[in-house]
């Protein structure tokens, strides 16, 4: 069985949509990789921890990560169970168009200068309707580009491009708390699970999360789990179960959880994905 499952789910003039799933066999750093073009890739199942240079970052469904032309990274998965992301590539020149310029590099082709940006639950939305639409072929070319653009713009725009200022050693507090609540989603942590897992006082480990991601950490727990269901929603037909899968503690908790952070029901996503 190959370690990777591409589909590919859109290719206009504009942009190359493709659906990657890793089976994240490989828990130590892979052999050294590069992608031909700069990538925008969605993570929205599982999590992986990608290595450039000197540098690391966690991927899971809060975050878009930056792959860019002629980059080299390995890739490590410290949590089992694979992962899977929505991968974007559009041209140069929308890119050098959609992008703030505090964000590309002055080399000659148009680059990211960092490897990731924390995304809203807005663009998590907006990532299940695309890939489910797109897979389901419910969707025409010229909304599925327009909704891809509006992603982009919300992924890439001044307020996601915020730098939280932080240490090296804070930043990797805050990637080992993210494995662990990976780990197990389903989980009710406390924050003295967490403190026990990661050492430190509960206290400093919420004021350093908050530091580096700029959300507080169980807002940032919640909507991994949310991102979960919008991946997972579309194979329940019971909703009680799928809430008590993620750890909610009821079908209303999870409902009102889900409407606050994506504005409709559960079942109105679901009804979208189906009809778009």
């Excluded at 990538?39 to 540098?55: A, E, I, S």
């Excluded at 695309?130 to 992603?151: C, F, K, V, Y």
């Excluded at 406390?190 to 507080?216: C, H, K, M, N, W």
Aim: with cysteine.
């Amino acid at each position: 069985m190959p370690e990777f499952d591409v589909s590919h789910l859109l290719l206009t003039d504009t942009i190359a949509v493709h659906d990657v799933v890793c089976r994240g066999t490989c828990r130590h750093r892979s052999a050294e990789e590069s992608a031909s073009a700069t990538h925008l890739v969605f993570p929205y199942r599982g999590l992986y921890v990608r290595h450039v240079g000197g540098d690391q970052t966690v991927a899971d469904a809060n975050h878009v990560l930056f792959f860019n032309a002629d980059e080299t990274y390995q890739v490590s998965h410290p949590v089992e169970g694979g992962d899977a992301s929505l991968s974007l590539c559009l041209p140069e020149s929308m890119l050098r168009e959609l992008a703030p310029k505090s964000l590309l590099n002055d080399h000659g082709n148009p680059g990211f200068c960092r490897q990731h940006l924390r995304i809203d639950a807005r663009a998590q939305v907006l990532v299940a309707l695309l890939r489910h639409s797109l897979t389901n072929g419910t969707i025409d070319p010229l909304e599925a580009e327009s909704l891809l653009l509006t992603l982009v713009c919300r992924s890439l725009g001044p307020r996601q491009a915020h730098r939280h200022r932080a240490t090296y050693a804070r930043s990797r507090l805050a990637d080992r708390i993210k494995l662990l609540l990976a780990s197990d989603l389903s989980r009710r942590w406390t924050l003295a699970d967490i403190a026990a897992e990661t050492g430190g006082s509960p206290v400093y480990l919420t004021q350093i999360f908050r530091q580096v991601e700029g959300v507080p950490l169980y807002r940032y727990h919640l909507h991994l789990r949310l991102a979960r269901a919008l991946d997972m929603i579309a194979r329940y037909d019971d909703l009680t179960a799928l809430a008590l899968d993620l750890g909610f503690s009821s079908h209303s908790h999870f409902t009102a959880a889900f409407r606050q952070a994506y504005g409709r029901s559960p079942t109105a996503f679901t009804r979208s994905t189906r009809n778009a």
